[in-house]
């Protein structure tokens, strides 16, 4: 994704390469829709021509109904990007447990690999369907085909050499194995805390998906099926990591949102083998085949339609104010107030100023100015010190929210000194009353900024200070 951004932003222009980001996430989107609609295939690859459209159409809608999903690709993370390779993955699986081609099996490789590069949680994922594929492939036939334990293997290697590739590049960049945010966010905190921190953050999660998952599951006990086992082994490897890493700063769920479209698919042959199972009995010719106003031909699917969309709106059920338009989408407004920031520094400093911030993002890429991250992604100092569980950095159900519970102002305000600092204030931490004698707050073009006093970084002459 950042090879992605930047390819972009040395064609265009910061602003339009930003948009264009975003656009290439309805991109995503579409192509995410199309992938799951195939995969479908797959799992109702018994029905007839047309109750089979009836389920791809159905599931490429599914698909795009998942709002988180939608709101973090068309805002411009990867998660569009990694939803649409993990998919990609899983469809080339299902097509070489089928037809047995090569090509097909180096597909599951160069997707997945490419997954890993996007983000390094898919991996989870990529052991779940080399598990399926070894499964289809060697355990109907102990006595296996050396040919195909050869693809297998080599496909695997292939697979490991973007993880290896990675791993040796970060050591060459950095000087480190592992990235800077894996010390930042798994380390310090001890693993039972961090579980009890996972699990409160998943819980309004589970509670709001408890019906898609809880019947999702139901189609694998009542109608097994090794592809629907791997559908939902990915659903719930999903949220066992996000309990693991101990939760996430935004709950919009953006590392279980990827799993959506396979427990979709899911929750549609579920709805649909109830509807069958009903359709067959007396009193439901006798209520709903009375006097329809639809083909009698068509109420089943009327019904599954119908169940379907209970199941979507129970998962979108916190998103509707901004689905339906009557609120802004999450942090809207925060990102607006950033980008004017960064306008109005860009005119206000020179290319020697520093920018301290705690949304570590859009102001830094828009002034093009040196930027000190107080929460640490980009700090190799305060990613290894140890996590504020003092409850002082909570919420969403997390008493210490990873990624934000590690910060030391002391060291990053008092002793860095930046031109342009965003607030003093952070967890337990307050340097209010001490940033009065350093810095001097000043408002342009209707922009509150914290300027660093006398500092030669500042065009002091296009400012009036109180």
């Known amino acids: 994704m950042t090879l992605l951004m930047s390819l972009v932003t040395l064609v265009f222009d910061k602003s339009t390469a930003a948009l264009f980001i975003q656009i290439s996430g309805a991109g995503f989107m579409l192509a995410i829709a199309f992938v799951t609609m195939k995969i479908s295939d797959h799992i109702f690859h018994?029905?007839?021509?047309?109750?089979?459209?009836?389920?791809?159409?159905?599931?490429?809608?599914?698909?795009?109904?998942?709002?988180p999903l939608a709101y973090w690709s068309l805002m411009g993370m990867?998660?569009?990007?990694?939803?649409?390779?993990?998919?990609?993955?899983?469809?080339?699986?299902?097509?070489?447990t089928k037809s047995k081609k090569i090509s097909h099996l180096f597909l599951v490789s160069g997707f997945f690999g490419l997954a890993y590069l996007t983000r390094n949680d898919p991996v989870i994922f990529a052991i779940l369907v080399w598990a399926y594929i070894a499964w289809e492939t060697f355990i109907p036939t102990p006595i296996a085909n050396l040919k195909d334990f050869r693809q297998?293997?080599?496909?695997?290697?292939?697979?490991?050499?973007?993880?290896?590739?990675?791993?040796?590049?970060?050591?060459?960049?950095?000087?480190?194995?592992?990235?800077?945010?894996?010390?930042?966010?798994?380390?310090?905190?001890?693993?039972?805390?961090?579980?009890?921190?996972?699990?409160?953050?998943?819980?309004?999660?589970?509670?709001i998906s408890a019906f898609i998952l809880v019947l999702s599951s139901m189609e694998l006990v009542f109608d097994f099926q090794k592809r629907k086992l791997l559908l939902i082994s990915v659903v719930f490897s999903a949220i066992?990591?996000?309990?693991?890493?101990?939760?996430?700063?935004?709950?919009?769920?953006?590392?279980?949102?990827?799993?959506?479209?396979?427990?979709?698919?899911?929750?549609?042959?579920?709805?649909?083998?109830?509807?069958?199972?009903?359709?067959?009995?007396?009193?439901?010719?006798?209520y709903f085949l009375r006097n329809p106003i639809f083909p009698e031909k068509?109420?089943?699917?009327?019904?599954?339609?119908?169940?379907?969309?209970?199941?979507?709106?129970?998962?979108?059920?916190?998103?509707?104010?901004?689905?339906?338009?009557?609120?802004?989408?999450?942090?809207?407004?925060?990102?607006?107030?950033?980008?004017?920031?960064?306008?109005?520094?860009s005119q206000l400093t020179t290319s020697d100023a520093t920018v301290g911030v705690y949304w570590a993002g859009s102001i830094p890429y828009f002034t093009d100015r040196r930027a000190i991250d107080f929460l640490?992604?980009?700090?190799?100092?305060?990613?290894?010190?140890?996590?504020?569980?003092?409850?002082?950095?909570?919420?969403?159900?997390?008493?210490?929210?990873?990624?934000?519970?590690?910060?030391?102002?002391?060291?990053?305000?008092?002793?860095?000194?930046?031109?342009?600092?965003?607030?003093?204030?952070?967890?337990?931490?307050?340097?209010?009353?001490?940033?009065?004698?350093?810095?001097?707050?000043?408002?342009?073009?209707?922009?509150?900024?914290?300027?660093?006093?006398?500092?030669?970084?500042v065009l002091w002459n296009k400012i009036n200070v109180p």
């Open 46 to 67: 018994n029905e007839d021509c047309q109750r089979q459209s009836f389920f791809r159409a159905l599931s490429f809608f599914c698909a795009l109904s998942y709002y």
């Open 78 to 96: 990867e998660t569009g990007l990694l939803t649409l390779l993990l998919l990609l993955g899983i469809l080339s699986a299902f097509n070489y």
């Open 152 to 207: 297998l293997f080599s496909t695997i290697i292939l697979y490991l050499m973007f993880v290896v590739g990675q791993l040796v590049f970060q050591y060459l960049y950095y000087g480190e194995m592992l990235p800077n945010t894996y010390t930042l966010k798994l380390t310090g905190m001890l693993l039972l805390a961090r579980i009890i921190n996972g699990f409160g953050f998943v819980r309004l999660f589970l509670i």
């Open 240 to 286: 066992g990591y996000q309990v693991y890493v101990g939760g996430d700063p935004w709950n919009y769920w953006r590392i279980l949102s990827p799993s959506m479209p396979l427990l979709t698919v899911l929750f549609i042959s579920t709805t649909n083998a109830i509807v069958l199972a009903i359709s067959n009995t007396q009193a439901f010719r006798v």
């Open 298 to 345: 068509y109420i089943p699917q009327i019904l599954v339609v119908s169940l379907v969309l209970i199941g979507l709106l129970s998962a979108n059920v916190r998103f509707l104010p901004e689905i339906s338009l009557l609120r802004k989408p999450y942090t809207v407004e925060s990102n607006q107030g950033n980008v004017n920031t960064a306008i109005v520094l």
């Open 376 to 457: 640490g992604k980009s700090d190799r100092y305060i990613a290894q010190l140890p996590p504020d569980v003092s409850g002082s950095v909570a919420w969403s159900g997390m008493n210490s929210v990873p990624g934000h519970n590690k910060y030391d102002l002391n060291y990053s305000i008092k002793t860095l000194e930046p031109t342009y600092v965003q607030g003093f204030t952070w967890g337990a931490q307050d340097l209010s009353q001490w940033a009065e004698t350093k810095y001097v707050n000043v408002e342009y073009a209707g922009v509150s900024l914290f300027l660093l006093k006398d500092s030669p970084a």
